[in-house]
């Protein structure tokens, strides 16, 4: 599967990922065989394109779009998150993506992980931490190296699980390379079999990730409007 990275779709945004039409405060959405109405305060006010969202009657389909909540409006809805400034670290945002077959059967492929998980080649320095109060393990990839690390459910020993569910729980990375600094942890969850929702929380809001996976779950459930007819 293509390496889903959220940090890209703002060169998506800018090339092709335009709503297909605008009803005042809400966009809809066409993707993959999905019509989502999303609401404008949910969309990345990106300058120059903010203006395209604005738009009616543009009538092209996308193969992915962005979103955002604010981390107070995450806290109204889960409890326990911690917004506390009104910056990008402190937000939940992301895009969905319309992903292949092809894509989703790799998508939950542990392997990838093996080398980390066994500590084998480029690897054989890992560290791994456990963080007390989240009950996480985090596994950097090299000892002392604090710039890019993953967050397993489960210590890497014995066989590498067979499903990314049962041990992977997020990627991160800083702007330190020696201390935990201006963390970002990013997830993938599907929520449909042809649709990849791909974000990011700060890390110190990892403690909140399954509230936050619920959530997200819950408000593209609402946000769909229906299942396009792709045989007309």
Request: hydrophobic share 40%.
């Amino acid at each position: 599967m293509k390496k889903l990275n959220i940090l890209t779709c703002f060169f998506i945004l800018a090339c092709g990922s335009f709503p297909q039409i605008s009803f005042g405060s809400e966009v809809i959405y066409n993707i993959g065989a999905h019509k989502f109405s999303v609401p404008q305060k949910n969309i990345p006010d990106l300058s120059p394109w903010s203006w395209v969202k604005s738009l009616v009657g543009l009538d092209q389909d996308v193969d992915s779009f962005m979103f955002e909540f604010s981390g107070d409006e995450i806290k109204s809805h889960i409890g326990a998150y911690t917004p506390t400034r009104n910056s990008l670290d402190q937000k939940v945002i992301g895009a969905v993506y319309h992903v292949s077959q092809d894509e989703k059967n790799r998508f939950d492929a542990p392997e990838k992980y093996s080398n980390l998980w066994y500590a084998t080649k480029g690897y054989g320095s890992r560290e791994v931490l456990f963080d007390e109060n989240i009950g996480y393990y985090f596994v950097f990839e090299k000892t002392g190296y604090r710039g890019l690390f993953y967050v397993f459910s489960r210590p890497p020993e014995g066989e590498l699980p067979a499903s990314m569910d049962d041990f992977f729980v997020a990627g991160c990375s800083g702007s330190s390379t020696t201390e935990l600094r201006h963390v970002s942890c990013s997830k993938q969850i599907f929520i449909a079999d042809d649709l990849v929702v791909d974000f990011s929380v700060s890390l110190e809001n990892l403690a909140s990730l399954v509230n936050v996976v619920s959530f997200l779950r819950a408000t593209f459930a609402e946000w769909r409007v229906s299942q396009l007819d792709t045989k007309a």
